[in-house]
T-cell receptor
Framework: EAQVTQNPRYLITVTGKKLTVTCSQN?????MSWYRQDPGLGLRQIYY?????VTDKGDVPEGYKVSRKEKRNFPLILESPSPNQTSLYFC?????WGLGQETQYFGPGTRLLVL | QQQVKQSPQSLIVQKGGISIINCAYE??????FPWYQQFPGKGPALLIA?????SEKKEGRFTISFNKSAKQFSLHIMDSQPGDSATYFC?????????????FGKGTKLSVIP
């Protein structure tokens, strides 16, 4: 089944304790992205990647890191989480960009609570 | 910052009625306008999308109307059903050099009551 998977689905942590949220897709997609969803703010892009070893900042990158060492994986790293990073996080992927390839396929989400 | 403004924030519609959600954008370079549907506990999923070379696109009960001169586009859900109750996001993007982002509106929570 074509899908985007995220782990963990739920996470409670404390301020300053490094964490990683994994994202994997099995569709051989070039483009991958991380979004956070907050009430009243919609979906805001954190980072995106056009291909292996190619990443760029989205609209809200502060406090986050990403890496793209393999085409299928795009982990989101919070080096020192803070309470304002409590949110619902979505990973998404698409075939590419432009020419009808932009359709984003979203994972099921990771709900993070930082105490 | 590129923006897509979406309204209303929430919408209650009677079963069988028409749901209308509106979006406005600023960047005239945008050339792709999708709508995503999100059910509680799930990730968003593409519902329907349009490019500015057409003014309307229909898929079943869902229609996008696009007004290029006004820089506005809207989603119409005909014969709304309780199963349509979800959050809807409009979005916009363009395939320009160095621009690989999908900008989302803030979402509209639709409730269709029996």
């Amino acid at each position: 089944e074509a899908q985007v998977t995220q782990n963990p689905r739920y996470l409670i942590t404390v301020t300053g304790k490094k964490l990683t949220v994994t994202c994997s897709q099995n569709m051989n997609h070039e483009y991958m992205s991380w979004y956070r969803q907050d009430p009243g703010l919609g979906l805001r892009q954190i980072y995106y990647s056009m291909n292996v070893e190619v990443t760029d900042k989205g609209d809200v990158p502060e406090g986050y890191k990403v890496s793209r060492k393999e085409k299928r994986n795009f982990p989101l790293i919070l080096e020192s989480p803070s309470p304002n990073q409590t949110s619902l996080y979505f990973c998404a992927s698409s075939l590419g960009w432009g020419l009808g390839q932009e359709t984003q396929y979203f994972g099921p989400g990771t709900r993070l609570l930082v105490l | 910052q590129q923006q897509v403004k979406q309204s209303p924030q929430s919408l209650i519609v009677q079963k069988g009625g028409i749901s209308i959600i509106n979006c406005a954008y600023e960047n005239t370079a945008f050339d792709y306008f999708p709508w995503y549907q999100q059910f509680p506990g799930k990730g968003p999923a593409l519902l329907i999308a349009i490019r500015p070379d057409v003014s309307e696109k229909k898929e079943g009960r869902f229609t996008i109307s696009f007004n290029k001169s006004a820089k506005q586009f809207s989603l119409h859900i005909m014969d709304s059903q309780p199963g349509d109750s979800a959050t809807y996001f409009c979005a916009a993007s363009y395939a320009g050099a160095g621009s690989y982002q999908l900008t989302f509106g803030k979402g509209t929570k639709l409730s269709v009551i029996p």
